[in-house]
């Protein structure tokens, strides 16, 4: 049975608990430490302080009342711009609610005139890097990194929105 997820603008409160729960999550499932939860919370407080409203967008995603998910579109120049803190809560996995999120993001930057839409994330993460590709999104560069208390890589993605 698929939930009943719905998707909506940020509220107040959104901004620490996408945080926690992205902090809490990482921490959990690849050891990575506090610096993660606070390079979420810098993103994500950049995006509220700076927020275009006609450039830019969030979702967050609830299932009976609780927040399940996020994503964020952040404009980087008048032609990029960037998905953000895309995640979603281990139960909600594998009911699409990734591909959902994804699409959406892909949807706003199309309709709001951005032709590249671009990401970044580490290539232990295999689950999103599947949501990238399998929505189009290329491999444009990797390079590693000693960030979270881990080696890790680091891959730059980009999706031609122009077609």
């Not at 999104?137 to 031609?160: I, K, N, R, T």
Request: charged share 20%; with cysteine; proline share 3%.
């Amino acid at each position: 049975m698929t939930p009943n997820i719905v998707l909506r603008g940020l509220q107040v409160g959104d901004i620490g608990w996408v945080a926690h729960r992205q902090g809490m999550l990482y921490a959990h499932e690849y050891g990575w430490d506090g610096t993660f939860e606070a390079l979420v919370a810098e993103i994500a407080a950049q995006f509220v302080k700076n927020f275009d409203p006609e450039k830019e967008n969030a979702w967050i995603a609830e299932c009976d009342g609780r927040v399940v998910g996020s994503a964020f579109v952040a404009k980087v120049s008048d032609t990029e711009a960037k998905l953000r803190l895309l995640y979603v809560e281990p139960e909600m996995r594998g009911t699409g609610l990734g591909r959902r999120l994804t699409q959406e993001c892909i949807a706003f930057a199309k309709a709001r005139g951005y032709p590249k839409l671009t990401l970044w994330t580490n290539d232990i993460l295999h689950a999103a890097r599947h949501i990238y590709q399998t929505a189009g999104f290329v491999l444009l560069s990797e390079e590693p990194h000693h960030s979270f208390g881990h080696d890790l890589v680091g891959q730059y993605w980009a999706l031609d929105l122009r077609n």
